[in-house]
């Protein structure tokens, strides 16, 4: 279930690639509901098999959301819709997720 629907305000794509811009992302929940996240990283992923690359970015809300807790940190995949704008989804990829962890935990 895609947790974060839409960026309120701003390009994902853009806040999230711009290495000097640490400014917070006020995204929807489910519930359209709005929430804080501040940002902790970005990170590229190639995948091999398939030769593609994508992005992904870990987030931690800063907003108490029935669908996030503050206490813990959100890897979510960068995916550019039809339309050309960007949305986050959940990482469902174990393998992807692995990898996720290892990369944040080194930075911790």
């Known amino acids: 279930m895609d947790k974060i629907n839409k960026v309120s305000g701003n390009d994902i794509f853009n806040i999230l690639l711009d290495e000097n811009n640490d400014s917070d992302l006020v995204l929807l929940d489910n519930d359209g509901k709005e929430v804080v996240f501040e940002q902790i990283m970005t990170i590229p992923y190639h995948d091999e098999y398939l030769d593609k690359e994508d992005i992904y970015c870990i987030l931690h809300p800063k907003t108490k959301s029935k669908w996030f807790d503050t206490n813990q940190v959100y890897p979510f995949k960068v995916h550019k819709d039809e339309d050309g704008s960007y949305s986050l989804q959940d990482v ?12 944040y935990q ?3």
């Open 106 to 108: 080194e930075m911790e």
């Open 92 to 103: 469902e990829d174990k393998q992807v997720l692995k990898y996720l962890d290892k990369i």
